[in-house]
């Protein structure tokens, strides 16, 4: 199945796969990139998964990578070059998330990216999240937001295509030929 016959709910539900098996492990981990492959395509290559993989249930299958290196993440990602047999591709990270005035305060001050993970980092209202972007060859992306619960919060998710569209981008970019 190529990119383009993929369902159109398949990489939405893929992503919300990818966010399940991270959260499974608890929070503090460092960010996780998983190669998305259509699931006959390696079933026909790995036959001894066949009780573990349905094509008909999920048409893509994630699969966990080595861990990126402690580099910044877009020069990481800017080093990645999948092979043909991966049509797609997945990131989960942690990240800060703030509340809207923050934000635009955040944008209208000119701090570099110490000072301004360190303002995001202080900042009494900042919420702690887990985004997990998935990307496929054709140009399409999913986005899952697990922002973490409190004692006083519950923990919400949040899905929407367009969350972190500098992050499919870097993403789209690795699957570039």
Known sequence: MSAEEMPPVALPAVAREVDEFVSAAGWNQPPQLFALVPTAQLLAQQPELAGQLDPEASPLTPIAQDELPDSELDRALAGIVWPEAVHGCALAQEIVVL????EARLTEEDLDDD???????????????????????????????????????????????????????????????
């Not at 509340?99 to 923050?102: F, G, K, L, V």
């Not at 301004?116 to 986005?143: K, M, N, T």
């Not at 899952?144 to 919400?156: K, M, N």
């Open 115 to 177: 000072a301004a993970r360190r303002f995001a980092a202080e900042h009494p209202d900042r919420r702690e999240a887990r985004l997990v972007a998935a990307v496929l060859r054709d140009g399409s992306a999913a986005c899952v937001l697990r922002l973490r619960g409190t004692v006083e919060v519950p923990e919400e998710v949040v899905e929407h295509p367009e969350l972190a569209p500098n992050l499919t981008n870097a993403l789209l970019e690795t699957l570039k030929p």
């Open 99 to 102: 509340p809207p005035e923050a």
